[in-house]
């Protein structure tokens, strides 16, 4: 018998040993030890087969990652159908992603929000060494989680104690002076093997490839699982990440990365701030639990819960305006920014399965509630003393003006309360799967405007949303598929001070695909049409300098992604996205009816390819390669320019020191190379004052030990 926690493994109990005998990827929350996944909870909450999930989902196990040698969770979705990981480049400080054509991809950590959704971006930045897979939801996800946009979300998964003995330590070192430690424990902690540990830590530094900008870490996330016995489990999981330095965020003009000027291009490295006022940190505090219990073979209960905090501090000279064919000045604005942010989350759900004549049921019920408190500032000046050349960039001015001496011009306070009342059943009959989810939320959001006097607002709205799909599960391996889905989000954001509370932000999506696994066969094929339409979206407004609602935007396409395992020594994926989208409705001037959003290519397209060497002389050796094709995309909302498309390669080379000698057992040298022909680019452009310049060439050398 076994645990829920230990639902993968077979365990076995004496006086004096326990056996383990891993199953074939039972649980998610379980190392998968290869970069194809079949099962995911990602979508329904429940244990399913992907290849009888009604809908398109990417997972990115720890293996690919570890092969990749992501960086951030953004990275993890380089070669995942239908996202943009990197639209800001190395701007990039909370893993902004666009799905489907939306920007600002929710996140969720074990089932809970992570970094305040429903705000237009969520903040926050967890490092990927602490997860053990991370999964893209495309399309609407709000009948299972709540308040999140309709193009997709991120669900991650923390790792866990198994028991299992992990003993891994990794040491790596790369260019832009990178350097790294971490390490990776866990096991058996009672001689009666009721307790269960594992501990991740990390510590990072690098030069960025902006001049003097720079990011640096350290993090540790102790976890514990109890047993108290073969139907209960009840594991801890904690978490402290403090990045000194959190990265830059800034933009640049179109005129100078997109356009040529009389002076030429920007240089890649430029910095727009100056690094004698740059100031850059992040602190997250989280501690929660996940319990299960099985009241017998067919019905169990599990609550997730976790409280977290962030403080997040950012002072700037942040671009504005300015800069064009023949004028190489910019108007910057000296700005500091503060967010102090609690969360917390609790999800309980009761599992049911039963049969009702020849159809068997997987019945989910669930009830969840999120709080949440975003504390933020904005102070800002400006003015021509701030005016910045370029072509001659200097630093170390007399016109910073003392922190305390920057006026407030945005300040408010923002709670939020959220309930939903959920329930799922997928019903199976023969081969058809039909899934029919509803779920219901009632939100309640208090605004206390430090501008106006802390004047009140607010808002109370609820929602239904709905999902029903249908899928029929062919002998062969192939999987057809409808499903419509709907969402809803409470909109955090905020207007011009005194005005209305925004309205929530719904979505609605028609998706019709086919997935094919092979019988027998370790591969997973996807192919999706979709339609979804979003209103009341939000945007930001240039000349007010805060955000206003538009209106409503509709993006429709096609998606393909591969993931197999050809044979023993080569796998490969690839992914392919087509994504039309369009603004239907809007009052902004500067995002009209009838264009195409910017940053929102048509084409893009990946590939990876792993060969593993298993006999003779190069045994151990493992190569792999990949390319990513970005199509162009137009560089505002009135598509007056384009960006251009650009393609980036990557490599990696590793050697298994085991297989020249035992007494390197367990030693493993790797090389992974980004970008490999250190190709400049635009990443995207939003206006013509805010475009990005993609990462440069990133090369690192690691060495992992397991014993």
């Known amino acids: 018998m076994a645990a829920p926690g230990l639902a993968a493994e077979t365990v076995t109990r004496s006086a004096d040993v326990m056996v383990v005998i891993a199953q074939d990827e039972q649980n998610t929350a379980l190392p998968a030890g290869r970069i194809l996944a079949k099962q995911s909870t990602a979508g329904t909450k429940t244990q399913t087969p992907l290849v009888k999930t009604p809908q398109s989902i990417s997972v990115v196990t720890r293996a690919q990652m570890d092969t990749q040698r992501v960086s951030s969770v953004a990275d993890a979705f380089n070669y995942s159908a239908g996202v943009l990981p990197n639209y800001r480049g190395s701007s990039n400080r909370n893993d902004e992603t666009i799905v489907r054509g939306f920007r600002y991809a929710p996140k969720f950590l074990d089932g809970l929000s992570f970094g305040l959704i429903g705000q237009g971006a969520g903040i926050g930045k967890i490092d990927p060494w602490l997860l053990e897979r991370v999964e893209l939801i495309r399309g609407p996800a709000s009948v299972m989680y709540g308040q999140v946009e309709p193009g997709g979300t991120v669900i991650m998964t923390s790792k866990r104690p198994t028991a299992e003995k992990i003993r891994h330590v990794q040491l790596s070192a790369g260019n832009q002076r990178f350097g790294e430690a971490a390490f990776d424990v866990g096991g058996v902690l009672s001689d009666d093997s009721a307790l269960l540990y594992r501990l991740n830590g990390i510590a990072n530094i690098r030069q960025q490839v902006v001049k003097d900008a720079r990011q640096q870490r350290m993090a540790i996330a102790p976890a514990l699982t109890w047993l108290p016995n073969a139907d209960t489990s009840l594991t801890l999981l904690t978490r402290y990440q403090y990045d000194p330095e959190a990265g830059f965020r800034n933009f640049l003009p179109a005129h100078g990365t997109v356009f040529a000027t009389d002076a030429g291009y920007i240089p890649y490295s430029l910095n727009v701030s100056d690094p004698n006022y740059h100031h850059s940190t992040r602190e997250q505090i989280a501690f929660g639990y996940i319990f299960e219990h099985a009241f017998n073979r067919d019905i169990s209960v599990q609550q997730n819960l976790r409280y977290s905090q962030l403080l997040d501090n950012y002072k700037s000279l942040v671009y504005s305006t300015g800069g064009g064919a023949t004028d190489t000045t910019l108007t910057r604005n000296q700005q500091r920014e503060k967010i102090d942010a609690d969360e917390l989350g609790i999800d309980t759900q009761l599992k049911a399965r039963f049969i009702t004549s020849a159809v068997n049921h997987t019945l989910l019920t669930g009830l969840d509630y999120i709080w949440q408190k975003r504390d933020a500032h904005l102070w800002l000046n400006s003015g021509s003393q701030y005016d910045f050349d370029w072509a001659h960039p200097h630093y170390g001015g007399t016109y910073l003006e003392n922190d305390s001496d920057l006026p407030l011009v945005r300040g408010a306070l923002k709670t939020l309360d959220q309930v939903g009342l959920y329930v799922q059943d997928q019903a199976v009959w023969q081969q058809w799967n039909l899934l029919l989810s509803g779920r219901h939320d009632w939100t309640e959001i208090r605004t206390y405007e430090s501008t106006l006097n802390n004047a009140k607002r607010q808002s109370n709205d609820d929602d239904f949303t709905g999902r029903a799909a249908l899928l029929y599960a062919f002998e062969n391996g192939f999987s057809p598929y409808i499903s419509y889905s709907t969402s809803f989000e409470p909109n955090l954001d905020s207007g011009i001070p005194g005005s209305a509370p925004f309205k929530p932000t719904t979505g609605e999506q028609t998706e019709v695909g086919i997935k094919f696994q092979p019988v027998g066969r370790d591969t997973l094929l996807t192919l999706a049409l979709f339609d979804i339409t979003q209103k009341n979206i939000t945007s930001w407004n240039s000349k007010l300098k805060f ?43 500067s995002s009209p009816a009838g264009n195409r959003p910017a940053a929102t290519p048509r084409h893009m397209a990946s590939a990876w390819g792993n060969y593993v060497v298993h006999h003779g002389p190069l045994a151990g050796l493992t190569v792999g390669t990949g390319v990513r094709y970005i199509g162009s995309s137009y560089g505002d909302n009135k598509g007056s320019f384009s960006v251009p498309h650009y393609i980036l390669y990557d490599a990696m080379v590793s050697y298994d020191l085991g297989a020249a000698s035992s007494q390197w057992k367990g030693a493993v040298l790797q090389v992974n190379v980004n970008n490999l022909t250190d190709k400049h680019y635009v990443a995207s452009c939003s206006n013509h004052e805010a475009c990005f310049y993609g990462v440069g060439r990133s090369i690192i050398a690691t060495v992992n030990y397991r014993w």
Do not use: C, D, F
């Open 547 to 589: 955000n206003e609602q538009i209106g409503k935007v509709e993006s429709r396409g096609a998606e393909a992604e591969l993931h197999t395992q050809l044979t023993p020594a080569l796998s490969l994926m690839s992914a392919y996205s087509y994504t039309e989208a369009e603004t239907k409705e809007s009052i902004n001037a």
